[in-house]
């Protein structure tokens, strides 16, 4: 593996992997791999190496998702360092640095994902064969991306050809009748390359709690197609084009806490099209993009022997993006500018009016100043102005430095401003429970919710093959909304609970990695992350955080013989939870135990490459429980992939 | 502004089409089970009125009432153990206690004509109120510095209410009310759910009190 991937630690899972080619992310033009240097976009808005971007970049290639066997973003996540997944009513959503999902901007190739629900997009939903690469940028990014990026951004990269031809299929089989089938055409030419991806996904769910009527993981039946077309240097023009339709059948059963059995039932539909012309010259690049964007939820409930509780909720959610990059490089400075405009529309059952449009227009400006190339410097201050048709204009400035003092140490630093947007519901919600005799209505006069955050990192590479990562962070996260339950009330005498920007919790830690890679034979990493939380509020640590955790990862593989072996582990601390236990009006907290999750997967390549079987045990300690983590169980799969 | 309308109209088309099976009518008929209406009342021998429904418990009767209703107060007379048709609460004895939703009224205070007057025996099961209380003998009040505008009900101290479930929890708490014909009852609550989670179901369990 090339240093220079080696040098990203901190980024555990950018670190090595095989030189062996695969997949076809191989340049057609057969280029020397050792060339290959990984590029990301996130923390700058424009391509980088790597090694060389200004701001802390973390990657998962393309061969870690394949590695990992993972379905979906969510598995691909799942032990990944520094992460923690949460699981809830909005499905598994990704906590970062301590803060909640809403908190984190989900990106696909750069255009934000719609359909969050309660604050979540949900990552089991994302499909995991079209992804190319996945980067995470850590603490505010608003300076380029705009709302929701407090803690973070990750940007989805999806995958593009370059060899004349390809297909791949997988179909594995595993534990609770699931059944993951996918495939994959592609053909390519030197001026354009057209890909086809689909899959199809079905389990029966789980149940952590065979002796009571509900489950807990949904059963689910989902297919999910994608088209990506590219034109390539036409003279300084080259064009992307996608669309991906995705269709997700959820359904399971519940109790609520009065002791009704509801049937539920969500269909998903999310349809994205995407085009991105791009116009390089020179020192000069222009990107447009286009995207639109519609996320449809039906909720069908069926409470069991009565109708009182049965309902039927549509929820629809359109988003039109579009945005121009303009980025010049002049002497030792590169500025960037952009604009970005946003059209959304809620369609929702629970919203009053039951239609509410938005627009939101943004400028952004950055420079890139790199002062000296020896040692090398790198000053990257940025501003961005959102002006949101609800809560007007907002300002996000950041600054960001890299420094490396010699080749096998950087340090960087980033400190900023982020914002997260009300949403709809916060601002319109008009919610009756009239069987608890309470409204909660929405607020349209809420402000963004903000947070200024530091981090500083660095990266070691000691040895050749050894990579050392480290990352301390601070985030303050201020008007953060929460539900007021002291409002008043509405005219006809029921209490009234409403949203207020009262909230305020800090996170602060220190994310660590470490990576061995011993030619391609072995590869051995690890990570230790401590986490520390104060809910504002409430004068206490935020709910469900491990202080303590930490993943390891073991890559064992023998090119000659085709075959690997791949062990992941994750260990979370104890996490504390707040419950009135004792019905006195007064949460009590209450500590989950520590938990450890382990996966094991086994591959070997047969036919030169052209043919993969597998094998794998998922959470083999079989943790995990149905109230504060719902794992799902250990399971067993195995599979067969086919190449071409 | 009219770029902006043609996109959002045209998002809206694409929301219209999409290609999902609209799930709307899928309510009713996807159930394990035949839905029971709610007015279709299977708690016990349907004696007491449309929406009341009493069974006899020892010495002592429950009675559950359907106050499902956001609007509408079901009227109960415990003398005759029988719902009771009340064009004028506020002109008739005939009703002692009504019941809308979780709100109880009593026939006396702000509430009816009645004089029906109320102690309360904190903290006990009606099992273990043996004697007439003491007092104090109190009814419905004008609405008090409080969080809602409702009259301030004597019995409206039923329940505990969870604010992050909204679950509400009968307390342990007997109601000693003495009617407008001067006869004493003790009663307790014993749930707001039926067997299928609904809520608005009132079960209350009640006898005659000796002085």
Not at chain 2, 101 to 127: C, K, M, Q, W
């Amino acid at each position: 593996m090339t240093s220079a991937a080696l040098a990203c630690a901190w980024v555990l899972h950018a670190a090595p992997s095989s030189d062996e080619p695969q997949g076809d992310d191989v340049p057609a033009d057969g280029g020397p791999a050792a060339t290959r240097r990984t590029v990301v976009v996130t923390g700058t808005r424009s391509a980088r190496a790597l090694d060389e971007t200004p701001v802390a970049t973390s990657v998962i290639s393309r061969d870690d998702i394949v590695d990992v066997g993972a379905q979906n973003l969510a598995e691909v996540l799942e032990e990944a360092p520094g992460l923690q997944l949460v699981r809830g009513v909005g499905g598994t959503g990704l906590r970062l640095q301590g803060l909640d999902p809403a908190y984190t901007l989900v990106l696909v190739d750069g255009q934000r994902v719609t359909g969050r629900v309660n604050g979540v997009v949900d990552l089991s939903r994302i499909p995991a064969e079209d992804l190319e690469q996945i980067e995470i940028v850590r603490g505010p990014g608003s300076v380029l991306w705009g709302a929701d990026a407090l803690a973070g951004t990750i940007n989805l990269r999806t995958r593009s050809s370059d060899r004349p031809h390809a297909a791949e299929a997988t179909l594995a089989y595993g534990s609770f009748a699931t059944i993951d089938l996918t495939g994959r055409a592609a053909v390519a030419r030197r001026r354009w390359a057209s890909a086809v991806t689909a899959g199809l996904h079905r389990t029966d769910g789980w149940d952590a709690d065979p002796g009571d009527l509900t489950t807990t993981g949904p059963r689910i039946r989902q297919w999910n197609v994608a088209t990506t077309h590219e034109l390539r240097r036409m003279g300084p023009f080259s064009m992307r084009a996608r669309a991906e339709y995705l269709r997700r059948d959820a359904q399971r059963i519940d109790a609520s806490d009065t002791g009704a059995v509801l049937d539920r039932r969500n269909l998903t539909e999310t349809l994205d099209v995407t085009l991105t012309p791009t116009f390089a010259r020179g020192p000069s690049e222009l990107t447009l993009s286009a995207h639109a964007s519609l996320f449809r939820d039906q909720l069908v409930q069926d409470q069991r022997g009565a109708t009182q509780l049965d309902n039927y909720e549509n929820t629809v959610d359109a988003l039109g993006q579009f945005g121009a990059v303009y980025a010049h490089t002049l002497g030792s400075h590169t500025v960037t500018a952009g604009v970005d405009g946003q059209l959304e529309r809620l369609i929702a059952d629970r919203v009053d009016p039951g239609r509410v449009d938005r627009a939101r227009y943004a400028m952004f400006v950055q420079d890139e100043w790199v002062p000296t190339t020896a040692p090398r410097i790198a000053i990257v201050p940025g501003a961005r102005v959102d002006v949101d048709s609800f809560f007007g204009a907002y300002p996000t400035p950041r600054l960001a430095m890299a420094v490396a003092p010699k080749p096998w140490i950087t340090l960087r630093a980033s400190f900023g401003r982020g914002f997260r947007a009300p949403g709809f519901r916060e601002l319109f919600l008009r919610f009756a429970n009239p069987s608890a005799g309470y409204v909660v209505r929405g607020n349209p006069d809420l402000k963004p919710e903000t947070s200024w955050g530091t981090q500083l990192s660095a990266e070691i590479t000691p040895l050749r093959q050894l990579a050392i990562g480290v990352n301390a962070f601070d985030n303050r996260l201020r008007d953060a909304i929460v539900v007021d339950t002291e409002a008043g009330t509405e005219a006809d005498g029921t209490s009234l609970f409403r949203y207020t920007n009262v909230g305020e919790a800090t996170t602060r830690g220190v994310e660590s990695t470490a990576v061995l890679a011993l030619r391609e034979t072995l590869r051995l990493e690890g990570s230790y992350t401590y986490l520390w939380t104060f809910d504002g509020e409430n004068r206490r640590a935020l709910p469900g955080r491990a202080r303590h955790a930490g993943t390891a990862g073991l890559r064992l593989a023998r090119a000659r013989w085709g075959t690997m072996l791949r062990v992941r582990a994750s260990i979370f601390g104890e996490r504390r939870f707040y419950l009135d236990e004792d019905g006195d009006g007064v949460e009590d907290p209450r500590d989950s135990p520590a938990y450890a999750t382990l996966d094991l997967r086994a591959s070997q390549d047969l036919l030169a490459d052209h043919v993969q079987i597998f094998a794998g045990v998922d959470n083999v300690l079989d943790a995990g429980d149905a109230t504060d983590n719902p794992l799902v169980p250990r399971s067993y799969y195995g599979g067969i992939t086919l190449r071409y | 502004m009219s770029t902006r309308a043609s996109i959002f109209s045209f998002v809206t088309t694409l929301a219209l089409l999409g290609c999902a099976e609209d799930l709307r009518g899928a309510l009713g008929d996807g159930s394990e089970g035949a839905d029971a209406d709610s007015t279709d009342d299977d708690t016990g021998s349907g004696d007491g009125g449309p929406q009341v429904d009493h069974e006899q418990d020892g010495d002592t009767v429950i009675t559950t009432v359907d106050a499902t209703g956001d609007a509408v107060w079901i009227y109960l007379d415990l003398e005759t153990r029988s719902q009771v048709t009340v064009a004028d609460p506020l002109a008739s004895d005939a009703w002692d206690l009504a019941f809308k939703r979780y709100d109880i009224a009593t026939n006396g205070g702000v509430s009816g004509p009645g004089g029906l007057t109320v102690a309360i025996v904190d903290g006990v099961g009606l099992d273990a109120v043996t004697a007439l209380p003491s007092g104090p003998w109190l009814s419905d009040a004008v609405d008090g510095d409080d969080t809602n505008d409702d009259p301030d009900y004597v019995m409206s101290g039923w329940y505990d209410y969870d604010f992050m479930t909204h679950v509400l929890t009968p307390k342990p708490v007997v109601y000693v009310a003495r009617t407008p014909e001067g006869n004493a009852y003790a009663i307790q609550v014993l749930d707001y759910y039926d067997d299928a989670g609904s809520s608005g179901w009132m079960r209350v369990r009640w006898r005659p009190q000796a002085g």
